[in-house]
Nanobody, 122 residues
């Protein structure tokens, strides 16, 4: 089994910064894509950023230039550095990882973190 544990959310003022972390553990053979989604109250869950095993990155338009995604494969951890935060960034942030397990090395399954609340006050 695979677990993803998030940390780093909280309350921050407009223009502030937060760094989210998401650590994967369990019977992991390899991790391909890791990333972050967010879900604001009453809205759908949307992709924020993702990073591949070759460090290719994607950002949704509203966070480009403000957020930076990175990963540490030795620690099986993905990070989301969020700068210049705005009230519209307020949401629950969920990390995910596309994992091949030791017992199923040729297939990939998406695992999710439990979510961490980010609140930006104006």
């Amino acid at each position: 089994q695979v677990q993803l544990v998030e940390s780093g959310g909280g309350l921050v003022q407009f223009g502030g910064s937060l760094r989210l972390s998401c650590a994967a553990s369990g019977s992991i053979f390899s991790i391909n894509v890791m990333g972050w989604y967010r879900q604001a109250a009453g809205k759908e869950r949307d992709l924020v950023a993702r990073i591949t095993s070759t460090n290719s990155t994607y950002y949704t338009g509203s966070v480009k230039g403000r957020f930076t995604i990175s990963r540490d494969d030795a620690k099986k951890t993905v990070y989301l550095q969020m700068n210049s935060l705005k009230p519209e960034d307020t949401a629950i942030y969920y990390c995910y990882a596309d994992v091949s397990t030791i017992t199923a090395q040729t297939t990939s399954f998406r695992y999710w973190g439990q979510g961490t609340q980010v609140t930006v006050s104006s």
